[in-house]
């Protein structure tokens, strides 16, 4: 059984050989097209073994300590036996040439840990190639066992409703006492919340923390929940003292069992699905586009038309899509 069979891929993912597990997320990460339906192939076969894990997405603001609160939570979970996998989204890779990739050595102890794994996002690439990428790999980490699989979004604005898209619970991590309590953050990416958790509640900064805590409580009422079971709470933590770490884990397996009893969590993965489908079909008809070889022996040039304002946008689209037509 050869590297080109999907049983060697499914088989040893099922067996939760992390060497395989790795040359599996290389294979959904790869851009050649042999690959890819490899890949597809493979992560169909193990649709039936995913499920079973906590999906949980975590963002912050600048400075909030992203990197420690995961090592810190990812330990815990780790101590009490559980397998944890760290993924990222990180759109702004492609600019920065991959910086996420020092994510390892940020998370020193939980890279080395044994019931720890951490990936990251693949640089290059588009937010929607990343985000199609980490989705399979989630599926494929989940098909391996894992219990719970924590995505990070590392870039900004799109990337969170991307990495909600895609888990069960999404946690936000916020500061206290940098000015204005509501910070650095969207009124949008506050209504993407499960849950929000003001870090570094350690030392002078616990009755800040208290603060910032109640003002976002305040802020988190006007705003209308997303179920009608869960009003997402407002917690205070420290990823250096580990205070409040356990009741964030207490908190997500209460959201899950009230969720998973009135059937919300159930339709919540169905919705995510069917979005990820046209997500996909989404990307296919872009690659269509842009790898027709009548389009590109055109686009430039209806491009400088349109520039120039000889030819109208529509004109110009009509143009591109009817060339795709006539080629497909």
Known sequence: MGERDPEFYVDGVRAGNRRILAKTITLIESAHPAHRQLGRTVVDRLLPETGKAVRLGITGVPGVGKSTFIESFGMMLVEKGLQVAVLAVDPSSTRSGGSIMADKTRMERLSVAPGAFIRPSPSGGTLGGVARMTRETLLVCEAAGFDVVLVETVGVGQSETTVASMVDFFLVLMLAGAGDELQGIKKGVLELADAVAINKADGDNIEKAEKARRSYEMALHLLNPASPTWSPPVLACSALTLAGVDTLWETILDYRKR??????????????????????????????????????????????????????????????????DKDG
């Open 259 to 324: 969720l998973s009893a009135t059937g919300e969590l159930e339709e919540k993965r169905r919705r995510q699905a069917l979005a990820w489908m046209w997500s996909r079909i989404e990307d296919g008809l872009k690659e269509r586009f842009f790898g027709n070889h009548a389009v590109k022996d055109r686009l430039r040039d209806i491009e400088a038309s349109v520039e120039r304002g000889d030819l109208s946008p529509t004109a110009g689209a009509e143009t591109l899509l009817f060339l795709l």
